[in-house]
């Protein structure tokens, strides 16, 4: 068995660490001499430095931000936040993440009794409240927004994992395709334009230019939903795991008269938030709400 068998057989074995999975790629692009997948090797197993150097599987993620409130008498509650209305460099901060530790500390993370949460510094929860006295984002009367966390699920976490060994798994099947003795001491490297065109193809997969909505553990949204256009809105609903009642519900929501439209889907967002829908994927309620917050908000022209 060479070094593109184990790769093969590994990626396919749970009892294979991805870490191990990676080291055999490694190797294998020391002799192919492929400078690009010896350093996408070295940033999974060490973590990356910089937003650019970053994969796009670990890139600009969606997180759900679930905000805790507190009100009189000692009373409190917590609710999803939404973007709604914020300034788009904000929203980036603090609906967003990047992925940047090594992909065994991902696993480890993934692992936990509960999804991994960042806390909002208090300044951004003390703008948040700010924005909500502008009629922005989503707010409780009557009570006061005293905490914010971003929540990275367990699912996401394990698709991003899922995706590196799928990744390792499609590059040595591309090339055992392209060359049987790929990978092999003495055997072609990059400077064989075979090799060469299969190399800039993995290149392309983990840092081209791609989606940047997470949905679901090993998808992602390509949709983009046009302003005002409501069957564009459904469909995209849809993909993320909507049933037919919630996308009645929407879509209701959608045609309602321009004054009352944001009211009515700000409405609708808090109903799936709260669990009110069954979902048709392994997708939680989380994501979720966060996925068709974007939605909504590129719907009504907030994106």
């Known amino acids: 068995m060479n070094f593109l068998d184990g790769i093969i057989a590994g ?3 749970d009892s294979v660490s991805t870490s191990n999975l990676l080291r055999k790629v490694q190797v294998v692009a020391h002799y192919l001499k492929a400078e690009d997948v010896t350093a996408w090797v070295k940033h999974e197993l060490s973590g990356y430095t910089d937003a650019e150097s970053l994969p796009k599987y670990r890139a600009h993620l969606i997180t759900p931000v679930m905000g805790t409130w507190a009100g009189m008498m000692g009373s409190s509650a917590k609710q999803l936040l939404s973007s709604f209305g914020i300034p788009k460099e904000a929203e980036e901060v603090l609906f967003y993440t990047n992925l940047f530790q090594p992909v065994a500390e991902l696993e480890d993370l993934a692992q936990l009794p509960e999804d991994p949460s960042h806390s909002w510094d208090p300044w951004q929860v003390k703008q948040y409240s700010e924005w909500n006295a502008e009629g922005k984002g989503v707010w409780m009367v009557g009570m006061n927004l005293i905490n914010a966390h971003r929540v990275v699920t367990r699912a996401s976490l394990r698709g991003v ?3 590196v060994r799928t990744t390792a798994l499609e590059l040595a099947l591309s090339l055992q395709t392209t060359d049987a003795n790929a990978g092999t001491l003495n055997g072609p490297t990059v400077a064989d334009a075979p ?3 299969t190399i800039s193809t993995f290149t392309m997969h983990v840092w081209g230019d791609g989606a940047n909505v997470a949905i679901g553990d090993h998808a992602r949204q390509t949709s983009e939903v046009m302003v005002n256009d ?5 469909a995209a609903a849809r993909q993320i795991g909507l049933d037919d009642e919630a996308l009645s519900e929407l879509r209701a929501a959608a045609e309602a008269p321009e004054t009352e439209r944001p009211g009515k889907l700000k409405a609708y967002l808090s109903r799936v938030g709260s669990g009110a829908f069954a979902l ?3 997708i939680s309620t989380e994501v979720a709400a966060s996925q068709i917050d974007q939605l909504i908000q590129q719907f009504l022209g907030q994106a």
């Open 11 to 13: 990626a396919t074995d």
């Open 230 to 234: 409501v069957e564009a809105l459904l």
């Open 195 to 197: 090799i060469a065109s």
């Open 161 to 163: 994992v899922d995706t």
């Open 280 to 282: 048709g994927t392994a």
